[in-house]
DNA sequence: GGTAGACCTGGACGC
DNA sequence: GCGTCCAGGTCTACC
């Protein structure tokens, strides 16, 4: 991506912090519009300036820099400068709370030797709960699929707002975005938003308990117990585990646990849920750790994985007869 | 409360 | 090239 004349900003970062480790670190962050640069190890995305206009940046870290560096590719005035970096703190999770990543470290000092803490997101919740619909019930390159075809079909180059999807029929989204029987809870899900009907702000509320939360995440349509849980880890909720296939075969495998012995999925899904409560309230970043490390035994460090690559090695059929070695 | 079947797509496979 | 089967999570109807 050719970088155009423009601003230059910088974003203090707090101790410890990783870009890459933080950009790397979620199957997210090779989803359009997402673009990690394995050459240059810079992260590149557009992000919405004022009146959702798309500005293009460009995110680098010098070794052990306390500084983000943002290169735009348009000027920006002191608004969106505001806007850009409220989305860059809600990708990189420096709106977190660091306290809660010092306890984390401490739990888990493994993790902490690897850098990981701060997992990927989005720059909105909007973009997270929608990224999380194609993931369901659909292999990993159908969701790569997707997420680029909602981008350069409905956002034109950026992933669309709620307002350019609840202009969409279902039926033209499900034609021109492959996203299926997902096309009708995509648009309904925006229409709701735009038209007011449902208020993504309370579900951000840290205040409230992760029970509420993951209660009312339930009542959006399409959103099942898998997709709420991993919504809520989005949201900074570590203390739900989004167990589907891919949690079963990876629990199988990394902890030996035989068929025989698994009992029904829901045996399984309790044993899981045993297995991580020591982590708690970091239940799914030690279960994360656990299962990134695994594809990184597997494939390389996550940072050098390319999306066109990379991507479509992450399916069952490939996963599931290979070691944990 | 539990369960079966439909939803939709793309890839794998057999012919 | 075509048809069939499969994987994937959620919803709905039914018991």
Redesign the pocket.
Known sequence: MPLMPGSTITLPLPARFDLTRAICSYGYFILAPNHWDTTTQRFHRPLRGNADRLIHVTLSQRPRSDLLKIACDTRVDRAERALLFTQLRRILRLDEPESRYRAWRKLHPEAARRGFGRVFRSPTFFEDIVKTMTS????W??TM?MNVLLTARVGNGAFPTPGELAGWSPEKL??SC????RAERIVKLARDVVDGRLDLAPLEDMSRTTDDVFGDL?E?????????ANICQLLGRYDRLPI???TY?HFRQEHGVRHKADGSPRDLHGKIERHYKRYAPFQFLAYWFELWRAYERRVGDAWNWDAAKHGPTFT??NLKDAPNT
């Open positions: 369901c019930n659909v292999t390159p159908n699929r499900k034609a492959r996203v299926g029987y339930l959006i349509h399409g959103i099942g117990p898998y997709a709420a589907d296939t891919e075969r069952a059929a």
